[in-house]
């Protein structure tokens, strides 16, 4: 039986996949409607629809090559309800790379994992 843990971890490794292969559309079902994620540069993104819009422009541009989140921690709560995710993450470019880490809320809906909201902090430039 997969633990929520790995559920949210599998969750995870399939979004760095698909920001890997520039597949903004696809990342749609892994965010609740109002979900809120704050980017590392302080930026606030409302809704899972403009989250999205977000991930299209970085992908347009032709220096980008991915984002890779990686959990160090993941907490659920008694209920089995919420989840608390922790890591680091790395931004690619032709040119370079950031890092940092992150924060992300997790909510069972109808027996899957969503994001409910993220919080990126740069660490490195």
């Given at each position: 039986m997969?633990?929520?843990g ?6 995870r490794r ?5 920001i ?10 892994f965010?609740v409607?109002?979900a ?12 899972a629809?403009q989250?999205v ?7 347009a541009?032709p ?7 990686t959990p ?6 008694a209920?089995?309800?919420r989840a ?8 690619h470019?032709k040119?370079?790379?950031m890092?940092?880490?992150?924060m992300a ?6 027996g899957?994992?969503?994001i409910e909201?993220?919080?990126y902090?740069?660490l490195s430039?």
């Amino acid at each position: 039986m997969t633990t929520p843990g790995d559920a949210i971890r599998a969750r995870r490794r399939l979004t760095n996949k698909l920001i890997a292969a520039h597949e903004a559309a696809r990342l749609r079902p892994f965010f609740v409607h109002d979900a809120r994620l704050i980017a590392g540069d302080g930026a606030l993104i409302l809704g899972a629809d403009q989250i999205v819009r977000a991930f299209a422009a970085q992908f347009a541009d032709p220096d980008f090559t991915t984002y890779v989140r990686t959990p160090d921690e993941v907490e659920v709560d008694a209920a089995g309800d919420r989840a608390s995710e922790t890591g680091r993450w790395v931004a690619h470019w032709k040119s370079g790379e950031m890092s940092g880490r992150y924060m992300a809320s997790w909510r069972r809906v109808t027996g899957q994992w969503v994001i409910e909201s993220e919080l990126y902090v740069t660490l490195s430039e």
